[in-house]
Structure formats: C-alpha cells, structure tokens
C-alpha cells in the first residue's frame, strides 16, 4: 500500500493509503489509518465516517465514501465513488471512546 497523505490532528495522524499511486475516479477502494503522532502505532477511533464533495462553478458535485473497520483495530477500509477526476474536498470525522474528531483536506483524484 502507498501513502497517499497524511493530515494530523491533536495526537493523530489520519494517513490515507491506496494499492495504486494514487485514488482514481469511479469506484475505487482505498484504506484509513489513524495512528498515534508520537509512537505511530495505530489507534482504534471507534466510528468513522468520511464525506466528499467537488465545488464546482454554480454547483458541487459529490462523491460518496463509505467507511468499514477492518479486522486491524485502527485501519479503516474505504469504498469510494468519485464521478470526476480532480480536487475532492473531503471530511473524515471519528468518534469513539477515545473521543470525537475530524479533518478535512483537498485529495486528488486521477
Ligand atoms: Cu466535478
């Protein structure tokens, strides 16, 4: 898997991973990991929910991404539907015993 990005929050790091160099447009499975920023182990966040949309002139376009745990405590498997190729707006946001977060950040899609 290769690390796609990495956006930190608090004591996290939410790393995006993908099998391929990069997400792509159509369906496409990526993971989630959320790991701890100063011993990088990975951190169960409970539930996991992620949004994406793409502003567009006069409208927004939005994508969908539907977010599983696996059997990994920490890793997160991620089934997305990007209609378009280019800058995604996205949102994941957590919430389970260790509390709630979010973060948002741009993502490309090829
Ligand atoms: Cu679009």
């Known amino acids: 898997m290769t690390e796609l990005q990495r956006v930190k929050s608090g004591t996290l790091d939410v790393v995006l991973l993908s099998p391929h160099d990069a997400l792509r447009h159509g369906k496409d499975a990526f ?3 959320f790991k701890s920023t ?4 990975l951190v169960d966040v409970g539930n996991v929910r992620a949004t994406a949309n ?3 002139p006069g409208m927004a376009m939005f994508g969908n991404i539907d977010v599983q745990r696996s059997d990994v405590p920490g890793r997160y498997v991620a089934n997305g539907q990007f209609d378009m190729a280019g ?5 994941i946001e ?3 015993p260790g509390g709630k977060g979010s973060v948002a950040f741009s993502g490309t899609v090829h």
């Open 31 to 33: 993971a989630i990991e």
């Open 54 to 56: 793409m502003p567009m």
């Open 38 to 41: 100063s011993r990088g182990n």
């Open 87 to 91: 800058t995604w707006r996205m949102t």
């Open 94 to 96: 957590w919430d389970g």
